[in-house]
């Protein structure tokens, strides 16, 4: 099992522009979740999914979009990036509510 | 607003020293409370979880949990440099509710 994949590992956007973060799972993970993390803080919550077909807000949800279409794939769309979107995005799945896998993140710089 | 408090530390242990790890949250009706430990540059790890008041033990570590004081402790015993990293806590809500909320972290530095 390749666990929590995210795509792409870092990237560059400028002012307005929109994109999408990949989330993917192999671990017949119910729950999902994404979260974003400035430097020298903790993580916030973005938003996340109980299955698929359910998505809800976390705390930060501004600017921001999720689906969740299948149980595999959770993707966030950013639309118009801001430079307060600049942070590390983390993905995340879980069973059951005890254990969340992290996937590796996703760097994202807005110029 | 629902809040997790920790100190940022960074906190300093001697090797082999045991580390102790503060964290207070709001929301008296939180259920369930997580520590996780992020090396930097990467994603974070689940090191345990606890439900109950009172201790619970694996291996090194001890979480601890008193909710009349709105406070869990995570300690680490026996300290290793390799233990040198961001210590995250979390909590989720009451039942229906699958959102964490974590803490900004302790920094733990083991001085060899």
């Known amino acids: 099992n390749a666990g929590v994949t995210q795509t792409p590992k870092f990237r560059i956007l400028k002012i307005g522009q929109s994109m999408t973060l990949q989330c993917t799972q192999d671990?017949?993970?119910?729950?999902m979740y994404w979260y974003r993390q400035d430097p020298g803080m903790g993580l916030k919550l973005i938003y996340y999914?109980?299955?698929?077909?359910?998505?809800d807000k976390g705390e930060v949800p501004n600017g921001y979009n999720v689906s969740r279409s299948t149980t595999e794939d959770f993707p966030l769309r950013l639309e118009l990036a801001a430079p307060s979107q600049t942070s590390v995005y983390f993905c995340?799945?879980?069973?059951?509510?005890?254990?969340?896998?992290f996937g590796p993140g996703t760097r994202l710089t807005v110029l | 607003q629902k809040e997790v408090e920790q100190n940022s530390g960074p906190l300093s242990v001697p090797e082999g020293a045991i580390a102790s790890l503060n964290c207070t949250y709001s929301?008296?009706?939180?259920?369930?409370f997580f520590w996780y430990r992020q090396y930097s540059g990467k994603s974070p790890e689940l090191i345990m979880f606890?439900?109950?008041?009172g201790d619970k033990e694996d291996g090194r570590f001890t979480a601890q949990l008193n909710k009349a004081s709105q406070y869990v402790s995570l300690l680490i015993r026996d300290s290793q440099p390799s233990d040198s990293a961001t210590y995250l806590c979390?909590?989720?809500?009451?039942?229906?509710?699958?959102?964490?909320?974590f803490g900004t972290g302790t920094r733990l530095k083991v001085l060899a």
């Open positions: 995340a799945g879980a069973t059951d509510t005890d254990t969340q896998y």
């Open positions: 671990m017949n993970h119910n729950y």
């Open positions: 999914s109980v299955g698929a077909g359910i998505t």
């Open positions: 929301d008296r009706g939180s259920q369930s």
């Open positions: 606890i439900y109950s008041n």
């Open positions: 979390a909590v989720m809500g009451g039942s229906g509710t699958y959102k964490y909320i």
